[in-house]
């Protein structure tokens, strides 16, 4: 089963829904501020992928953190704030329990049907 984290008013996060319904893929839904979100989850992405890729600079929740917060941030900062602040994680995040992918464009998509 694919465990999808991001956010219920993501329209990213609903557009990959209604395509893994679409596609037939069993999966579930995990709302990273509703739900929670601990911080082995997180060192399990971050085993998989790069912390530049988990973390997502181009949101409001990024611009809106103080300078001294997002100065120099390295992996360690990285996931204390991701952990903080979840909005800050790059969405959707597909865990299969194998394999962690990040985002839904189509080299994702791709990944996600083999």
């Known amino acids: 089963m694919i ?4 956010l219920k008013n993501c ?4 557009k990959a829904l209604k395509w893994l319904a679409a596609e037939g893929l069993d999966h579930r839904f995990h709302d990273v501020r509703a739900d929670g979100l601990d911080g082995a989850e997180i060192d399990r992405w971050l085993a998989a992928v790069t912390w530049e890729t988990l973390l997502n600079r181009r949101g409001t929740t990024w611009r809106k953190l103080p300078d001294a917060d997002t100065d120099g941030v390295d992996e360690a900062r990285a996931r204390a704030l991701m952990l903080d602040h979840p909005a800050l994680i ?3 995040v597909f865990d299969d329990g ?3 992918i990040v985002g839904f464009k189509a080299d994702q998509r791709a990944a996600l049907r083999g």
């Not at 329209?11 to 609903?14: A, I, M, N, S």
């Open 90 to 92: 790059k969405r959707p």
């Open 3 to 6: 465990v999808v984290y991001g």
């Open 11 to 14: 329209d990213t996060c609903r």
């Open 98 to 100: 194998a394999r962690v």
